[in-house]
């Protein structure tokens, strides 16, 4: 059984939602950092054939940009991911750690290397050859790629782990479906971000005239070019995604097609800005409107990312565990036992609660909902369940994964739902003092059977094809 | 607990625990430079009040500017590799431990993002040339900064080894420990990091006086004074230490002292205090030499070395006693059993060896072309 740990209540923020936030910050950062490694190749290369005379003082700036932004708030939120990932689901970080711990490590080796060949063409490239600082470039770009390769197969794990079920191997688990279109894809990216950014570098580049500019920028907008392949690979990774989490993003969740639409929008603005405007040469990038296809590139990776995690549902790790950290092998159990009946963990201001029952509710609801759900915040269960009468309310938890298909089945007793229900309720009145304890025994018994009618598996996304098919 | 730590654990466990140690360390050592780096540099700014940008240039306190944001990032990144290894070791304890903590522990990286940006701001030559008010408060903040992550840091290993404390301190929001305890036990880190700061800041002064004789550009005069300056901090760092060392180990629970005492740790604890011995042996001869020099710098940097292996050997010997890590050893053999050490150790390898062609070019590849 997996350990109960406390639950941080992040009020109207659900913690799901903070771990994005980071999570995004940190994705856009680091794609940044792997896309630059190689423009610099690519301007250093300029510089050393002779072929852009104002390419070598650009490598000079653009680098300080690497150094302040990337190693810095990249490296730290690289950090900081793991630090909220581990307030938001321990469980989730334990699976991963335990099971590509070693490859993990094979990342950090490649941070170091990253570290060291950054920093020696950070302070000692004004006195190098241009063979040894290209060599740097060259050492550095590799090393933040692999660290992108190694990353992108723990992460696509998450969403389709693949034979890594049956096998348990590792191999199996790192080129997992999605591992091939997602690291194409985020290389991409990468390069795509990277050609931005040079372009906001650029515009910062006081001495050189518009001219100079311009040409620079166009050198820039080359690694635009790569944004072509962005629908091949993003169909590539649709059909790579198991067929129920496709059908969230195509339209089965609004919230996902539309973050997808966000995505594919701002991609489609920045592709055709840059065909039109450098690659063509027919607008010039000023300042501002590189700012903004920058903008609107973090809002492609919003997007993007916000999909990506959203598509894992009902799981935070495909058949492993549910996003609630408890794993599908447990539900059964806990089906028994409660949810509640091993959590050490009291609640805070308890003395606030009307009743034992609502504070179990508390507690089921802290155990099994609050990681993608607040009371009255972010993604509310008050606004979704508050047209749901009681016994609709009873059934539709109780049936949880055939509710909504995205959601995990309810692990825990008749009680808990019951629990759950009065707490919910209690909460949508403004959490009155007095509330009345609700122990009807056919009530209970009417969630039992609902609860053996929903079972214990993960809701069958094509359970209404084969109603449709059997009369 | 018989026998010396590692090896009263599974195999599984000990290789573990000890390369969660070792990473410790290399971050660590990091680590102080950074810490001790910020609070040497508050320090000398404070007491020289009326100097400005040619003290800020003086070698000692340009060297650390210059090097504070790379010693940060390398430690930032040495920290991963520790804190993936404590998560396998410890699971559940590390995990709750950051969980109670929370708001606390969720400010650690904005306050770490505004440290190393101020490093920059410290590195950068504008800075000295600001009123003095302005200079105190920046270099202020920047310690403060790095003294609050280790506050962090000490307050989830305490929180951690009081599992009978969790509930309430999840209901209660209190922390479960004295302040006094806090203060201890964060005093023999701080002071321990001058030592290990000064030893790495001893190897780039000695470094950078023998470029400057090379390149003629003479700097002498500002050795003695450097040399004095590192061996008084590194000697009052050591003595702090060890008295602060002396003091936590008096009010630790009887069954830690058994393990630091007993057969676990009292091998690392003779180790430690000769590591402690030959760095104040080193430092007293240099003091008396009033320069630096190889051979005494090589035995400052061994016991340097073997002190915080040892330091970091006892902290832990502090945990096991609270701690039941043989109930986790099944975990641990599971965690073994998964592929990727074979990737892990030839990537280790190839980096190692291009980290080396980098430094090899930076030391080869000076510039003769470029136009």
């Excluded at chain 1, 570098?201 to 040409?215: C, F, G, I, P």
């Excluded at chain 1, 229900?421 to 209970?444: A, C, F, G, M």
């Excluded at chain 2, 042996?281 to 016991?303: D, E, T, Y």
Aim: proline share 4%; net charge neutral.
């Amino acid at each position: 059984m997996t350990h109960v740990f406390p639950v941080n209540d992040y009020g109207p923020l659900m913690p799901g939602l903070v771990m994005g936030a980071v999570a995004i910050v940190h994705v856009f950062l680091a794609q940044f950092a792997v896309g630059g490694g190689f423009l610099l190749c690519y301007f250093q290369w300029l510089a050393m054939t002779g072929r852009d005379r104002h390419a070598r003082q650009f490598v000079e700036g653009y680098f300080k940009v690497v150094v302040l932004v990337s190693f810095v708030l990249g490296a730290l939120t690289g950090v900081g991911i793991w630090l909220t990932a581990i307030q938001v689901s321990p469980a989730t970080i334990g699976a991963m750690v335990d099971n590509f711990h070693w490859l993990w490590a094979t990342e950090w080796t490649f941070f170091c290397l990253e570290i060291v060949s950054g920093y020696a063409f950070y302070r000692y490239h004004a006195r190098l050859n241009d063979r040894a600082a290209m060599t740097l470039l060259a050492i550095y770009a590799g090393a933040s790629w692999m660290s992108l390769f190694i990353i992108n197969g723990i992460l696509s794990w998450q969403l389709t782990p693949g034979h890594w079920l049956e096998t348990r191997s590792i191999v199996d688990g790192f080129f997992n479906p999605s591992f091939w279109p997602s690291l194409f894809f985020r290389t991409v990216v990468s390069l795509t971000l990277a050609g931005l950014v040079g372009c906001v570098v650029t515009n910062l580049m006081s001495t050189l005239d518009r001219d100079a500019q311009r040409r620079l920028i166009n050198r820039a907008a080359h690694l635009l070019i790569p944004m072509a392949l962005m629908p091949v690979l993003g169909i590539w990774f649709l059909l790579a995604m198991p067929p129920d989490s496709r059908s969230w993003v195509l339209g089965g969740s609004p919230a996902m097609m539309l973050f997808l639409n966000i995505s594919i929008g701002a991609s489609l603005a920045i592709g055709g800005y840059a065909i039109i405007g450098m690659v063509m040469q027919r607008l010039y990038i000023n300042g501002a409107t590189a700012s903004l296809l920058l903008l609107l590139a973090f809002g492609a990776t919003a997007g993007g990312e916000f999909v990506r995690e959203g598509s894992r549902k009902p799981y935070s790790i495909r058949n492993v565990l549910y996003s609630n950290a408890i794993e599908p092998g447990e539900v059964e159990s806990l089906r028994e036992t409660g949810c509640t009946a091993h959590d050490p963990y009291g609640l805070r201001n308890d003395d606030m609660y009307a009743n034992d029952q609502v504070r179990m509710g508390a507690k089921v609801f802290r155990r099994q909902c609050s990681v993608c759900h607040t009371v009255h915040g972010t993604n509310a269960v008050a606004e979704l369940t508050g047209s749901w009468d009681n016994d609709q309310m009873r059934m539709n938890i109780a049936k949880l994964q055939h509710t909504k298909p995205f959601m995990p089945p309810f692990a825990g007793n008749a009680e808990e739902v019951e629990a759950l229900v009065q707490y919910l309720n209690w909460s949508n009145r403004e959490h009155p003092k007095e509330w009345p304890v609700s122990d009807d025994p056919q009530t209970i018994a009417k969630i039992e059977s609902w609860l053996k009618q929903a079972g214990t598996l993960q809701g069958d996304f094509e359970q209404n094809k084969k109603r449709t098919a059997s009369p | 607990m018989h026998s010396a730590f590692p090896f009263g654990f599974p195999v599984a466990t000990a290789f573990y625990l000890v390369l969660y140690v070792l990473t410790f360390v290399l971050h660590h050592a990091f680590m102080h430079y950074v810490l001790a780096g910020s609070l040497c540099l508050t320090w000398f700014t404070l007491s020289q009040r009326r100097e400005t940008v040619a003290w800020a240039e003086q070698p000692l306190l340009a060297t650390l500017r210059e090097w504070i944001p790379f010693l940060l990032s390398a430690a930032i990144t040495a920290g991963v590799a520790p804190l993936l290894f404590i998560q396998i070791v410890y699971q559940h304890q590390f995990y709750t431990a950051n969980l109670l903590l929370w708001w606390r522990w969720m400010i650690v990286v904005p306050v770490l993002i505004v440290g190393f940006y101020l490093t920059y701001l410290v590195k950068s030559h504008r800075l000295w040339t600001w009123p003095y008010l302005v200079r105190v408060a920046v270099l202020l903040v920047t310690s403060a900064c790095f003294v609050f992550v280790g506050f962090c840091w000490t307050a989830n290993h305490l929180i951690a080894n009081r599992g009978s404390t969790w509930p309430e301190v999840y209901t209660t929001g209190q922390l479960p420990f004295t302040y006094t305890e806090v203060i201890v036990r964060m005093l023999v880190w701080l002071a321990g990091s001058f030592p290990t700061m000064c030893v790495i800041l001893g190897w780039q002064l000695f470094y950078r006086e023998r470029v400057s004789r090379d390149g003629a550009q003479n700097e002498l005069g500002q050795d003695a004074w450097g040399t004095r300056a590192l061996s008084r901090m590194a000697i009052g760092g050591l003595v702090v230490s060890v008295l602060a060392g002396a003091t936590y180990i008096l009010v630790i629970e009887a069954s830690a002292k058994g393990l630091v005492f007993g057969n676990v740790g009292r091998p690392y604890l003779m180790m430690g205090a000769l590591g402690v011995g030959l760095q104040i042996g080193g430092w007293i001869s240099m003091f008396r030499q009033n320069r630096l020099s190889l051979l005494l710098l090589g035995f400052v940097s061994a016991g340097s070395l073997t002190t915080l292996v040892c330091i970091s050997v006892l902290r832990e010997a502090v945990r096991l006693s609270a701690v039941d890590l043989l109930s986790l050893a099944d975990l641990h053999a599971k965690a073994a059993e998964v592929g990727g050490f074979g990737v892990f150790l030839l990537a280790a390898v190839v980096v190692s060896l291009l980290i080396v062609w980098c430094i090899q070019l930076v030391r080869t590849g000076t510039t003769t072309s470029n136009a």
